[in-house]
């Protein structure tokens, strides 16, 4: 990726950002209404960071309808990272719509198809699993697991995912083939089109009920990522938030994104987030005192405070999910 005018100048933000980013920075004032209260928050702590971000938020208001909060350049095209397993999920589960795949089906844990980086099955050490299409999509929504996107290759080709998801309207959110049509990278997106997606599948209108509960469900289990958005919660608010976070690099520096959804309190979905930025210091920093990912911790109770009790009547659709309740053994 070229190094554009926009984050060359952002190159010196992000260099002082460093020198403030071992404070957690004050959310905005109470009081102020709360698309108003977000946007100063963001502003805050997009500043702190550092970095060129590129962001998208929406919130119900308090008739139920939908409204942008934050439009910071999102139509651009980014490099999604892992926030694109998002994408390759959607493209399995529309195949197990039409009755292409089923869930339960089993595929054989290769040892040549494991990849390093997050995840959990390159810890094994020992392969030849069989395992089901749940179990993968499960570890790489859940734990972000590298060598389930190529388990996902496996049934659907890198061509037929970005065919997928050209059916399904999104213009710029594409995986990009490589030699082995079974493999790929993960691609691009923007704000726009990931809050779209994830809205929709929300709304339950992405895929079929059921094949949206099955994600949602995952996205939204408190044994996920919480070292963004969920780090201030309490396990019953972490459960309200579905939630997909994607980390690395490239040539303008560090890259921490991360996208979601919150649940009101009944159930109905009141706020959809996508913060991608990139240009970022502390590069090999993957933990949560990295500056943007402290970022993104104040937004999320930000934006979590804004939508604490809100009940949206005339929903369209609502998602539970179990409370979580420790189990010792047996």
């Known amino acids: 990726m070229e190094l554009t005018r926009r984050a060359a100048l952002a190159a010196g933000a992000g260099a002082a950002a460093a020198l403030v980013?071992?404070?957690?920075?004050?959310?905005?004032?109470?009081?102020?209404?709360?698309?108003?209260?977000?946007?100063?928050?963001?502003?805050?702590?997009?500043?702190?960071?550092?970095?060129?971000?590129?962001?998208?938020?929406?919130?119900?208001?308090?008739?139920?309808?939908?409204?942008?909060?934050?439009?910071?350049?999102?139509?651009?095209?980014?490099?999604?990272?892992?926030?694109?397993?998002?994408a390759v999920a959607t493209a399995v589960m529309d195949k197990i719509d039409r009755g292409q795949l089923q869930l339960g089906q089993r595929l054989d844990l290769q040892a040549d198809i494991i990849l390093g980086g997050s995840g959990i099955y390159f810890l094994h050490t020992v392969w030849g699993d069989e395992i089901t299409i749940a179990n993968f999509l499960t570890a790489m929504l859940l734990v972000s697991d590298n060598t389930a996107v190529r388990m996902c290759g496996r049934v659907v080709?890198?061509?037929?995912?970005?065919?997928?998801?050209?059916?399904?309207?999104?213009?710029?959110?594409?995986?990009?083939?490589?030699?082995?049509?079974?493999?790929?990278?993960?691609?691009?997106t923007t704000p726009h089109e990931i809050t779209d997606l994830l809205?929709?599948?929300?709304?339950?209108?992405?895929?079929?009920?059921?094949?949206?509960?099955?994600l949602l469900g995952i996205l939204r289990w408190i044994n996920g990522y919480h070292d963004g958005i969920r780090r201030t919660m309490s396990s019953d608010e972490r459960s309200r938030v579905a939630t997909k976070y994607g980390a690395d690099f490239n040539t303008l520096g560090a890259a921490r994104h991360e996208a979601g959804i919150m649940f009101g309190a009944d159930g109905a979905?009141?706020?959809?987030?996508?913060?991608?930025?990139?240009?970022?210091?502390?590069?090999?920093?993957?933990?949560?005192?990295?500056?943007?990912?402290?970022?993104?911790?104040?937004?999320?109770?930000?934006?979590?405070?804004?939508?604490?009790?809100?009940?949206?009547?005339?929903?369209?659709?609502?998602?539970?999910?179990?409370?979580?309740?420790?189990?010792?053994?047996?």
């Open 21 to 86: 980013a071992g404070g957690t920075a004050e959310a905005a004032p109470s009081g102020l209404p709360p698309a108003e209260c977000i946007r100063r928050t963001y502003t805050q702590q997009k500043a702190r960071a550092g970095g060129v971000w590129y962001s998208h938020v929406t919130r119900v208001d308090d008739t139920g309808a939908l409204h942008s909060v934050i439009e910071d350049d999102a139509d651009h095209v980014v490099h999604g990272y892992s926030v694109q397993k998002l």
């Open 157 to 188: 080709p890198a061509l037929e995912i970005n065919e997928i998801l050209a059916a399904k309207g999104f213009v710029s959110t594409r995986v990009e083939p490589v030699a082995n049509p079974n493999r790929f990278l993960l691609g691009t």
């Open 199 to 214: 809205t929709r599948l929300a709304n339950k209108t992405l895929l079929t009920p059921a094949s949206c509960d099955f």
């Open 269 to 330: 979905p009141a706020l959809v987030y996508g913060f991608f930025a990139e240009g970022l210091p502390d590069l090999d920093n993957y933990g949560a005192t990295h500056p943007a990912v402290q970022a993104h911790a104040v937004l999320g109770r930000t934006l979590f405070d804004t939508i604490a009790t809100t009940t949206v009547p005339g929903a369209r659709a609502r998602t539970t999910v179990p409370r979580f309740r420790p189990v010792d053994g047996g």
